[in-house]
């Protein structure tokens, strides 16, 4: 660890002494809040996009040492992503949808446009990340299947895009990190490379039950590549990505109750190592009025999972392409459109060698889908959209030389309709109808007894009215909506392992109000606060004899908050900026079972830290999170007899200082 600390502090005295570019040489780059842009599939400006929206710039993912996608918790209105098990297995929950189903997070994940598998979920973000886009509530129309939730989008700078090289290192009480990127120009022909390589090792913070030694450490390397073609004043634009991942991480680790505070692990192995392989290939031509996009992707993982000393190896292969066609902004006057044909194939294996168990799917989805926006005055816009899904599903399972099978058909719609009215220049409003569905299937991890026993399609309603306004001069920037909706077939595990299964139990209902705010409050001082609420219940429940009408469902959590300023300090030019930054993130209440009797009571992290800019390229951070060192669970299960009550923690206080530097 010494030796660590002396290279990261060496590292930032030679950084900022060579760094060749001072203050008073450059210009301001802050970018107004009305300038944003969304760069999903179809580019819009953020207050003129009808849904709840969240953008998530890379300066507040560099303060506080953002690492993984679980760092984003609480940056937008109503995003809890939380460990559960192994970080693969992140609990995402959005607009009160939680992610139930191991395997089918509720909310989907996009890299520059292709939907990541949920093996990455535990790996770091990309480095060149610009910045990470949130779209709250069903969002079907584009993105089909699982994405009930919402969609998290991650924008990077492609190569030729951002700055030509970038380092960045970090070093605190639980992780010590280095990540960089070199991005240059072969040539005059519009041909680009960036090469970038991240490594990040985190310690454990349990302890041996029996042992007393120290578990829960992880580490993380990632490399990637990518070549892009884009030469000037050329309709075409073509990005070939490779990226490999490894970690090693023995982080699941479980807490007895009686040893919830003192962080004592139940002394069983729990280890994994993860290999992830993501290949890319999108490309654009811009003719004069639409450009037409092709957008392919390879993903394949292995993950070797120790859980409770027992072996539990997975693997699995995707393939996904995505046609599309989208109206250039500039091409209509009076209406913009986009439709497209996706395709994706997953191969899924499963294994516990030591109970002779196996299982295997192969799922395989066509859609077609589409999305067209009437300008009908310089005020009013309607915009509808319609996703056409098949899914089709065959699992096979073996225990002990027993084997079964099962394959089904899934159908689906997902509709979208928006009105849209432009009150003043400063204000919008919205009203909103829209769909989303996950598919139906088999239990991944499967045995014969239950392999052949499929469940529906769950399907999601949602009805939300929004406002998007901005007053005092643009000083104030406020955003809020209000939202009902209603989910038919809700898919949750049922029984005990080693033959839980998912079933479709019954109906749920989420009555919900968020809100985004950012207040300029002097030159200086800058205000935010976010706060949402999900009222998620149980309407209908039928898989057992117990009426939970009314409960909560689980992993929801009933409230969450963040509030936070931001001050640059009065210092001389020649010392460079100075600013302070602190929030406060709320946690309400959140149950861990359907029947509403194991619970994390409301909680909340107070944040912290220091930037420093001496020169314009260097930026040094001192951050803190979890200041209180506050202890909650984030995931629990009932171990049975003799075991009770096993939790996962979150992470306790962490302070650090981070490094970036960038030419």
Do not use: C
Not at 107 to 118: F, K, P, R, S, T
Not at 384 to 411: E, H, M
Not at 587 to 612: I, P
């Amino acid at each position: 660890m010494m030796n660590k600390q002396k290279t990261l502090y060496w590292m930032m005295a030679i950084a900022i002494a060579n760094s060749p570019v001072t203050w008073a040489e450059t210009q301001d780059e802050s970018v107004e809040l009305s300038t944003l842009v969304v760069s999903s599939k179809r580019s819009t400006e953020l207050e003129k996009l009808d849904v709840e929206t969240k953008i998530i710039s890379k300066e507040t993912l560099e303060k506080t040492d953002v690492q993984s996608l679980d760092g984003l918790n609480g940056l937008a209105p109503g995003l809890s992503i939380l460990q559960r098990g192994a970080r693969i297995y992140n609990n995402i929950s959005l607009r009160g949808q939680s992610s139930m189903d191991f395997y089918v997070p509720n909310v989907l994940v996009y890299v520059d446009g292709l939907v990541q598998d949920q093996g990455t979920l535990g790996q770091a973000l990309p480095i060149a990340t610009r910045q990470v886009e949130v779209l709250n509530g069903p969002q079907g129309t584009l993105y089909g299947r699982g994405a009930v939730g919402g969609v998290i989008n991650i924008i990077t700078d492609k190569p030729g895009e951002g700055k030509d090289f970038e380092l960045s290192t970090s070093q605190s009480n639980l992780k010590q990190m280095v990540s960089g990127r070199v991005n240059q120009a072969l040539g005059d022909s519009g041909l680009f490379f960036d090469l970038s390589g991240h490594y990040l090792d985190e310690d454990g913070e349990y302890k041996g039950l029996l042992s007393g030694k120290d578990l829960g450490d992880s580490l993380n390397k990632q490399i990637q590549g990518r070549l892009r073609w884009a030469p000037e004043n050329s309709p075409w634009d073509v990005m070939l990505s490779l990226r490999h991942d490894e970690i090693r991480s023995s982080e699941e680790q479980y807490v007895p109750e009686s040893d919830f505070s003192r962080r004592r692990a139940f002394p069983v192995e729990n280890e994994y190592s993860l290999r992830l392989d993501s290949y890319g290939l999108i490309a654009s031509y811009d003719f004069d009025k639409v450009k037409v996009s092709s957008l392919t992707s390879y993903q394949g993982r292995d993950f070797n999972r120790v859980v409770f000393s027992q072996a539990s190896p997975e693997s699995q292969k995707t393939i996904t392409q995505e046609l599309r066609i989208t109206s250039l902004p500039s091409a209509y006057d009076t209406f913009s459109y986009l439709a497209g044909l996706y395709y994706e194939d997953t191969d899924f294996s499963f294994a516990r060698p030591g109970s002779l168990m196996e299982s295997n799917q192969t799922m395989e989805t066509m859609a077609a889908f589409g999305e067209a926006t009437w300008y009908v005055t310089d005020k009013l816009d309607i915009t509808t959209g319609l996703r056409l899904d098949r899914n089709k599903v065959k699992a096979d399972a073996s225990f002990a030389g027993i084997t079964n099978q099962g394959s089904d058909t899934f159908y689906s719609t997902s509709p979208k309709l928006v009105f849209g009215y432009q009150l003043t220049p400063e204000t919008r409003v919205y009203a909103l109808y829209s769909e989303g569905s996950k598919s139906g299937g088999f239990t991944r991890v499967s045995t014969p007894a239950i392999v052949n026993q499929s469940y529906d399609a769950q399907k999601v309603r949602n009805y939300e009215m929004g406002i998007k306004t901005r007053m005092l001069d643009e000083r104030l920037w406020l955003s809020a909506a209000t939202y009902f909706t209603k989910t038919d077939d809700y898919q949750l595990y049922l029984g005990f392992a080693p033959n839980q299964y998912l079933d479709n139990i019954g109906e749920t209902e989420v009555k919900g109000i968020s809100f985004d705010s950012h207040f300029a409050a002097t030159d200086r001082l800058n205000l935010f606060a976010m706060w949402a609420y999900s009222k998620a219940e149980f309407t209908d429940y039928d898989a057992t004899d117990t009426d939970l009408k009314g409960n909560a469902t689980p992993y929801v959590p009933r409230s969450t908050a963040n509030v936070g300023l931001e001050y640059d300090l009065p210092v001389p030019q020649s010392i460079g900026k100075l600013s302070f930054h602190t929030n406060a993130l709320y946690t309400g209440t959140m149950y861990f079972d359907q029947e509403n009797v194991d619970k994390q009571s409301s909680y909340t992290l107070w944040n912290a830290g220091l930037r420093w800019q001496p020169q314009h390229n260097v930026n040094v951070d001192l951050y803190g999170n979890n200041l209180s060192n506050k202890d909650y669970a984030v995931y629990m299960f009932n171990g049975g007899p003799g075991l009770g009550n096993l939790y996962q923690l979150g992470r306790g206080r962490e302070i650090g200082v981070k490094l970036t530097l960038s030419y």
